[in-house]
């Protein structure tokens, strides 16, 4: 059975961070590609970020610069260093695995509230 659990939410101020955690379980990690996706309400989820297999990272324009996001295989994990957190980076974050026959793993998610 696929697990997907973050861990690492929460409130912060505007320009302040937060490190994000995903931990994986049920998959071979090394071989899957991660993302971080987010939902703000009455928003389209939106991806954030992505990593290979390979280490490769792409962003999405908003968060280049602010965001980095990064794999420990040894570790099963997936994070995502979020920094300069601006009000509108608030969201609940999924982190997200590629890919069985019925699509996308998912995580349940984690909220991040930044304050102005």
């Known amino acids: 059975q696929v697990q997907l659990v973050e861990s690492g939410g929460g409130l912060v101020q505007a320009g302040g961070s937060l490190r994000l955690s995903c931990a994986a379980s049920g998959i071979i990690f090394a071989s899957t590609p991660m993302a971080w996706y987010r939902q703000s309400p009455g928003k389209q989820r939106e991806l954030v970020a992505d990593?290979?297999?390979?280490?490769?990272?792409s962003y999405v324009n908003s968060v280049k610069g602010r965001f980095t996001i990064s794999r420990d295989n040894a570790k099963n994990t997936v994070y995502l260093q979020m920094n300069s957190l601006k009000p509108e980076d608030t969201a609940v974050y999924y982190c997200?695995?590629?890919?069985?026959?019925?699509?996308?793993?998912w995580g349940q998610g984690t909220q991040v509230t930044v304050a102005a």
């Open positions: 990593i290979s297999t390979g280490g490769t990272t």
């Open positions: 997200s695995g590629c890919c069985s026959l019925r699509g996308r793993y």
